[in-house]
Nanobody, 116 residues
Framework: QVQLVESGGGLVQAGGSLRLSCAAS????????MGWYRQAPGNERELVAT???????NYADSAKGRFAISRDNAKNTVYLQMNSLKPEDTAVYYC??????????WGQGTQVTVSS
């Protein structure tokens, strides 16, 4: 089993920044993809960004140019640096780990609220 624990959410004014962290523990194999998804009230969960174990990244259009995903493989931790935040970024942000065999694990979520 894999456990994911997120931290770093909170309340920030529009234009501000936040950094999310997600630490993975348990039976983690070296080949995996970690990422961040978000879900706003009334909306479906959507991709924000992902990063493979070798550093390849993928971003949603809404995140390009403002957010940066990174990871520390030695610590099994993924980060999301969010800059120039907008009220529409308000959501619960979930950490995800997908294994080589397409098993998905989710964190409990962390709330990000951006005030206008």
């Amino acid at each position: 089993q894999v456990q994911l624990v997120e931290s770093g959410g909170g309340l920030v004014q529009a234009g501000g920044s936040l950094r999310l962290s997600c630490a993975a523990s348990g039976m983690i194999f070296s080949i995996n993809t970690m990422g961040w998804y978000r879900q706003a009230p009334g909306n479906e969960r959507e991709l924000v960004a992902t990063i493979t174990n070798d550093g390849s990244t993928n971003y949603a259009d809404s995140a390009k140019g403002r957010f940066a995903i990174s990871r520390d493989n030695a610590k099994n931790t993924v980060y999301l640096q969010m800059n120039s935040l907008k009220p529409e970024d308000t959501a619960v942000y979930y950490c995800n780990l997908r294994t080589l065999y397409q098993n998905n694990y989710w964190g409990q979520g962390t709330q990000v609220t951006v005030s206008s």
